[in-house]
């Protein structure tokens, strides 16, 4: 039993799984329908709701039929079914590869109807499947006109009644259907317009009429309107065509375009075409409706428009098909097939002689062709008689005419009558013409103008050496009377002449030199210079000529050196040199190749390094030279020997770069300010000067000065901006008065405010300032003698003497350089006096040049106060104070004559 049981579990699983796939779908369809379907005919519909949403594989056995994704069967081209009927299967298959057979038999509806009672009644009880329903537009009724029934598989088990909604029914056309609920007799109440609504498809229902409950699934329910022929076609396109004229026969002059709106693909919708007129020119396919030439011989220039009636008519242009007609333009397109025709077979005209760029003649012209186009816009050429290109010939864009125009003067004493031959010809060549382009003869009589004088030749040239003495006669330039063929009465004049150098002679015509010939001359150009002369006969008439002068060179220039400055960088262990160039305004055979040689007054220094001739020589240093400007002698011949001796210079430098000397790139930097910082310097140099004559103009009376100070005196100022030196950087200023505050002068007078005062001292003047413990003239503002700054009694109170200090803060700044500068009077004064009690280093000696190791230094550095506490280091201030003390003191005083 346990291995019989899953066996028949499996068998009986199997079975339920078959048994639920056959009843996915039904196994038989019936349908009555037409005996004659058409494509695309519903015939109807396998029921695959059961099989839910799996992707279904449907065919048909019969390839008449085909079948849709949602089960509806469709008939594929035109089909009959015979009396006894039609059967075939449809195929469904799913993904898993189960497949089912539906059998489908069909019954044609005449048959059917011819049955008796008993099988009517047995229609009811076909399924809930009805095929499409069809009924005829435009019927003419009497309405309402029963259609068919519909009728439900439900109405074997239960009594039931119909009703339908949608379309034709509730919606879009309401009313049009109805039906009888208890029979299932559907009915049609109006006339339908298949051109409007071709189909319509609502929904059928079955209810039990017991408890109203439907006995079944809704079914859709369609019914078709079969087409009548009640429309005649009509024209879809323009009637406009275009053929180029002579066009071959069978060329192709359009296609005529129309539709029919009944039922596409029936009897009703063929179109057949017809040409009512105009058939023996053109043909018209009778079902595609093109349009083709019959003859060659549609000429536009002839008739260039046709006019042809077409008539479309439906059921395949049977007598009783509905048609309509139309006209049809056929216009013929230009070719250029005319050629242009002269109006006249010859042309004449007259033009007076010496006229350039007038219109002579108007030369007319026809052309058949279509105008505007290039088939009709005329080129005119002419062929002949134009050698000498006197004339010239253009089209008028408007009236398509030859315009002939004299481009340059004719001269009637050589020819009088000028013959012509013009052509005309399109833009585009001919076609299909036996013709050619026409050609027309044209006179044209020059007629006579009285004119003036003409020259033998409108260019003279003559050739003349440069410099020939004045009056030279170097040519004649006459003319003559182009009507008397005479020169008599005809005067000369010159009309240009840039440098005055030719002479005309009024009456012969002669010229002569008037000023020297100068081929080197800026006139002169490609050794060419030329003047303009004018001949005037006894009418006044007038002629120009042109004396070109080719003018000979002859060696009257030199060889020079363009630039005789040359710089020479020097090099250790290596003498330098240099190229001079040279250039000579003549040509050969007077100007290069050149020889070089050096002048009588070289003085060596320089040699010639290779003396061939040429264009150029090198100088080279014959020894060493240190820096600085030569002077070289140099003589420059031509090939001719002739020349003379010239200098160039050179300087010879240490060179910051190739070619440049350092002091040249100096002062080629600094320019116009190097020149104003050397006149700045000397004017401070001078005002240098200035001061010393101020300070040393003392005399030593007033060096000699004792207490009795009258306010005469000088001020030591301190003129160096520097920091003190190292013997001097510890030095204090000591400043008198109340106090023992000291001011250390070394750091720049930290205490010391910068400030600017205006007052005298010992007479001179100005603003001064005191910064950093330094005291300094900065300009003039006033001068004043007034000495009652000094009343405070501290030079007379024995400010030497004592041992007190005034602070800053306790007296001003000029009463403070006041005192010193009484102190440094005295001491001038005292060491200027020769005393024997004294020793001699103390005493003044006059001095030259120091040289280099003086013992005294710099004398900037005696203003500074040594360390003491006290005054006492002016007793003896040393070498450096002596020294300056000696400035200060003329010859006399020290004892010099």
């Known amino acids: 039993m346990s291995r019989v049981g899953p066996s028949c579990a499996l068998l009986l699983l199997l079975s339920v799984l078959c048994y639920s796939v056959e009843s996915c779908v039904q196994r038989h369809v019936r349908a009555q329908v037409p005996e004659t379907l058409q494509a695309g005919y519903a015939v109807s519909r396998v ?162 009429r017991y408890s109203n409950k439907e006995t079944d699934l809704p079914l859709k329910i369609t019914v078709n309107v079969n087409d009548v022929n009640d429309n005649a076609p009509q ?20 296609q005529v375009n129309a539709t029919d709106r009944d039922e596409p693909n029936t009897p009703h919708t063929k179109i057949r075409y017809t040409l009512i007129n105009g058939t023996d020119l053109f043909n018209i396919n009778p079902f595609s409706g093109v349009i083709t030439t019959k003859t060659n011989t549609l000429d536009r220039e002839t008739q260039d428009r046709y006019i042809v009636k077409v008539e479309i008519r439906d059921m395949g242009g049977a007598s009783d098909g509905l048609f309509s007609q139309g006209l049809a333009s056929i216009s013929l397109g230009d070719i250029n097939d005319n050629p242009p025709i002269f109006k006249e077979k010859a042309y004449k005209a007259q033009v007076q002689e010496n006229q350039a760029n007038v219109l002579v003649l108007r030369i007319p012209v026809e052309d058949k062709d279509l105008q505007g186009t290039p088939n009709w816009k005329a080129v005119y050429e002419i062929t002949k008689g134009n050698e000498t290109g006197n004339f010239w010939i253009k089209t008028d864009p408007t009236t398509n005419e030859g315009l002939l125009y004299v481009t340059k003067p004719l001269d009637r004493e050589k020819q009088d009558l000028v013959k012509l031959e013009i052509m005309a010809r399109n833009e585009v060549p001919l076609v299909q013409s ?192 240190p820096n ?57 140099l001078l005002l240098l000067c200035l001061l010393f004559v101020l300070v040393c103009s003392t005399k030593g009376e007033k060096l000699r000065m004792t207490d009795d100070y009258d306010g005469t005196g000088g001020m030591l100022l301190k003129s160096n901006t520097e920091a003190p030196g190292e013997e001097v950087k510890d030095a204090l200023l000591v400043m008198p008065g109340s106090g023992v505050d000291i001011v250390d002068g070394s750091k720049g007078g930290a205490t010391m405010e910068h400030q600017t005062m205006l007052g005298t001292a010992g007479g001179a003047y100005g603003q001064h300032a005191i910064h ?49 500068e009484l102190y440094l009077d005295n001491k001038l004064a005292y060491f200027g006096e020769e005393e024997d009690g004294r020793y001699a ?37 040393g070498p450096k104070f002596r020294t300056l003390a000696d400035v200060c003191t003329n010859k006399a005083e020290r004892g010099q004559q």
């Open 235 to 254: 024209f879809s396109s323009p009637l406009f065509f275009i053929v180029p004229e002579q066009s071959d026969p069978g060329t192709i002059v359009g």
């Open 434 to 625: 036996s013709s050619s382009w026409m050609k027309v003869p044209v006179d044209l009589t020059v007629t006579d103008v009285d004119e003036g004088p003409e020259f033998s030749a409108p260019i003279l040239r003559l050739k003349v050496k440069e410099n020939v003495a004045n009056g030279t006669l170097i040519g004649t330039y006459t003319a003559i009377d182009p009507e008397t063929k005479s020169s008599k009465g005809i005067k000369y004049y010159k009309l240009t002449d840039p440098g005055s150098w030719i002479n005309v002679m009024e009456t012969t015509g002669e010229l002569r030199t008037a000023n020297t010939i100068d081929r080197e001359s800026p006139l002169v150009y490609n050794e060419t210079y030329n003047i303009t002369v004018k001949a005037v006969d006894e009418s006044q008439k007038t002629g120009t000529g042109t004396v070109v002068i080719l003018i000979e060179d002859v060696n009257d220039n030199y060889p020079v050196i363009p630039v005789p400055d040359r710089t020479v960088c020097s090099k250790e262990n290596q003498r330098s040199s240099t190229t001079v160039e040279a250039v000579d305004s003549d040509k050969s055979p007077y100007a290069g190749p050149f020889t070089f040689e050096l002048g009588p007054g070289n003085d060596g220094k320089w040699k010639i390094k290779d003396p061939k001739p040429g264009t150029s020589v090198v100088l080279e240093q014959a020894e060493d030279l």
């Open 772 to 820: 950093g413990g330094s005291m300094y003239q900065t300009g003039t503002q006033g001068y004043m003698t007034n000495q009652s700054m000094f009343s405070s009694g501290q030079y007379g109170a024995g400010f030497y003497g004592n041992t007190m200090y005034n602070k800053f803060s306790d007296m001003s700044a000029l009463d403070t350089w006041r005192t010193n």
């Open 841 to 877: 280093a103390d005493l003044l000696k006059a001095y030259g040049y120091e040289g280099m190791g003086s013992p005294a230094g710099s004398v900037g550095c005696c203003s500074v106060i040594s360390d003491q506490d006290t005054l006492d280091f002016l007793d003896s201030l």
């Open 47 to 208: 029921n695959l709701e059961g099989c839910g949403i799996k992707r279904l594989q449907l065919a048909s056995s019969d390839p008449d039929f085909t079948i849709q994704t949602d089960g509806t069967i469709l008939t594929v081209s035109i089909t009959t079914v015979p009396d006894s009927g039609k059967s075939f299967c449809i195929w469904v298959q799913d993904q898993r590869g189960h497949k089912w057979k539906v059998d489908v038999s069909l019954t044609p509806i005449e048959q059917i109807s011819q049955k008796s009672s008993n099988v009517v009644l047995r229609r009811a009880k076909r399924r809930w499947s009805p095929l499409p329903f069809n009924i005829k537009e435009n019927d003419p009724g009497p309405f309402p006109k029963d259609v068919e029934f519909i009728a439900s598989d439900s109405s074997l088990n239960f009594s039931v009644y119909y009703t339908i909604d949608g379309p034709g029914v509730t919606t879009e056309l309401v009313g049009l259907f109805s039906v009888v609920p208890n029979s299932g007799l559907l009915r049609v109440h109006q006339t339908v317009d298949r051109e409007m609504y071709p189909q319509f498809v609502f929904t059928a229902h079955a209810f039990d």
């Open 628 to 684: 600085g400007q030569y002077k070289v002698p140099l003589i420059v011949k031509d090939l001719q020997g002739e020349g003379t001796e010239q200098t160039v210079n050179i300087q010879v430098c240490t060179c910051v770069r190739d070619g440049e000397c350092a002091a040249q790139k100096i002062s080629a930097k600094l320019g116009v300010w190097a020149v104003l910082a050397m006149l700045l310097a000397l004017l401070l």
